[in-house]
């Protein structure tokens, strides 16, 4: 008993000293999401998942979240407070070090050394600082693991259903947990969890949030086979980092079997990664062994980004494999090098968020700012009062945009305006390792920017502008477009640019030209796949066409347009359309040029 409390006491110890320089952490990533849902638990706690919020430019229901509430849940309990919620997520990462620890002393006779590797694994630090789901999925899967690995089955049950309701793939844990050949019913908990939550919105909310989830990962293409391919491919590459290759070094086959993989990406630190993925996977032993490859064949199969964070469940049973087969010298220097890591990782991601929080303190806040981009660069401009930007809104002059190059900016006019540049910041890292950034080809966060585990580079990892809307004048009664002041004559509904020549418009697009007698001439194609057959058209308020379209190319002229001074106003409207699968947008045809003759 005395050994056990001084391995907890030091484990104790670890955990509070890493934790320690990330005490004030800004928000990062998905965090701003999760507070939207711990607002809503505050409201209603037994819903924290019916709370609404803006992702993208669309607005979402949280019951489309690919994650259970508990999450949500846990974080509206906390005080609205940042210091307590890292005391609060520091403690999660502790509990999740000490069920590796009690795991382990099952399967190794040093098992504080296989619970420091764990402590020490890069993506638990990173996600340690976060407030998305995954420690604390973790903290509840590894304790029920824990305690059926002692036998206590029906005891694990607890923290399983609890896992379920942190997050879906909990119940991949069900035949890992069968394999122990015990406790078999209680290994359903997680099942259980998931039922009971989509049973319960069922009845309160009227929906199912699977089938609210599935339809968003439709609209937004996410389960696109390539999607899938390529999330393989940097969930392998992460595989090999979650205990380090100093670790896993033993494995006697070469490196280079990886070279197949290079055809992706021929930078090493991916197809070495990768090779590295694949070995241990062939290489792992026993029930822990067969812990690995079920779990992460269900990761292949169920994601789609690729993120470190999806591989965390696998980081205890490998940390205990390598604790049992390595020499202390060997282990020693494994733990070192990856809490090295880690901290240079989790130093690095903290520079690039508190840039966008030091960023936005020094935007004047005012009630015509907006944000195009998502993560912390828009949750703090939101605390001093700006908006953020919707999928193809108008934005007016005397309006200042705050704009992101990486966070997934939408498409938004300033019709009627020209946007002046009146400050602009490159986010540059100390440390040239970078997790996501414009040039980084890191899948740490989504393997949409690439499929290496992490990058080195000292590119930029971000552009930030900041722009005001200034009116201007209108001197364009022809309008293509690919002209390159188009925006300033689109006020509203239509699509970023297209083969350098085409927008997509939605089922209604506004736009102002100037005046001048005639009528208004639109070329224009009607794809097959498009279910809109009528165009009406209105200028200056007063309808000049409605016209029968079919599929195809085809030019249609208006009657004459109306006498006007200054700024012709056009609306067009189709009678439908449609959302491709893969595709947020609303579509109804495509334009090519409007213009007055």
């Keep these: 008993m005395s050994r056990i409390l001084r391995d907890v006491a030091l484990l104790v110890l670890f955990v509070a000293a890493v934790r320690a320089p990330f005490f004030h952490h800004p928000l990062q990533g998905d965090d701003i999401y999760y507070l939207k849902g711990a607002g809503h638990a505050r409201i209603d706690p037994l819903h924290p998942h019916q709370a609404q919020y803006v992702f993208q430019g669309r607005l979402v229901s949280m019951l489309g979240h690919p994650h259970p509430p508990l999450n949500a849940f846990f974080l509206g309990l906390l005080p609205d407070s940042l210091p307590v919620q890292r005391v609060w997520y520091g403690a999660l990462m502790l509990a999740c070090v000490l069920a590796c620890y009690a795991l382990a002393r099952c399967y190794t006779k040093r098992p504080l050394a296989a619970a420091l590797l ?318 996501m950034g414009l040039h980084a080809r890191s899948a740490w966060m989504t393997c949409a920017f690439g499929l290496r585990p992490f990058d080195w580079s000292r590119q930029p990892l971000d552009r930030v502008a900041v722009t005001r809307v200034v009116a201007a004048p209108l001197e364009r009664s022809d309008l293509p477009m690919n002209a390159p002041d188009a925006d300033l004559y689109i006020l509203s509904g239509v699509h970023g640019l297209e083969d350098g020549r085409f927008r997509w418009m939605a089922r209604r697009a506004e736009f102002v030209l100037k005046p001048k007698p005639g009528a208004l001439v639109l070329t224009l194609f009607l794809p097959d796949a498009s279910p809109a057959r009528q165009l009406t058209v209105t200028a200056g308020g007063a309808e000049v066409l409605r016209a029968r379209l079919q599929p195809g190319m085809q030019t249609l002229r208006t009657a004459p347009l109306p006498q006007a001074s200054g700024r012709m106003e056009i609306l067009l409207e189709a009678d439908n359309s449609f959302r491709p699968a893969g595709d947020a947008r609303e579509l109804s045809l495509i334009l090519e040029s409007l213009r007055i003759e």
């Design 118 to 435: 764990f402590a020490s694994t890069p993506v638990l630090w990173v996600s340690s600082n976060t407030f998305d789901s995954d420690v604390l999925f973790l903290a509840c899967l590894l304790t029920g693991t824990a305690l059926f690995a002692h036998g206590r089955p029906w005891l694990g049950a607890v923290p399983l259903f609890l896992a379920g309701l942190a997050a879906y793939q909990a119940v991949v844990f069900i035949p890992i947990l069968w394999l122990l050949g015990r406790g078999r019913i209680a290994a359903l908990a997680p099942a259980g969890a998931v039922a009971a939550y989509q049973v319960f919105e069922r009845l309160s909310a009227g929906q199912w949030p699977l089938a609210m989830t599935a339809q968003y990962f439709s609209e937004y293409g996410l389960q696109k086979m390539s999607n899938k391919l390529a999330s393989a491919a940097a969930l392998t590459a992460h595989l090999g980092w979650l205990t380090g290759p100093v670790a896993e070094w033993h494995l006697s086959w070469p490196l280079l079997a990886g070279l197949p993989a290079a055809w992706l990406d021929p930078h090493p630190l991916f197809w070495a990664s990768f090779a590295l993925g694949v070995l241990i996977l062939w290489r792992a032993e026993g029930w822990l062994g067969w812990w690995v490859r079920i779990y992460f064949a269900a990761s292949a199969i169920l994601f789609f980004a690729g993120a470190a964070r999806y591989l965390l469940p696998l980081a205890p049973p490998l940390a205990v494999l390598a604790a049992e087969r390595l020499g202390k010298r060997r282990l020693a220097a494994a733990v070192f090098t990856q809490a090295a890591l880690a901290f240079a990782l989790a130093y690095a991601a903290m520079q690039h968020w508190q840039a966008y929080k030091d960023i936005a303190a020094k935007v004047e806040p005012g009630s015509r700012t907006y944000v195009a981009g998502e993560w912390s660069l828009r949750y703090y401009l939101e605390k001093r009062g700006a908006r953020p930007v919707m999928a193809g809104e108008r934005i007016g002059p005397d309006s200042v945009i705050v704009r992101s190059e990486l966070g997934f900016p939408v498409h938004y006019s300033t019709g009627g305006g020209r946007a002046e540049t009146i400050a602009s910041y490159e986010i540059r890292p100390a440390l040239p390792l970078q997790l």
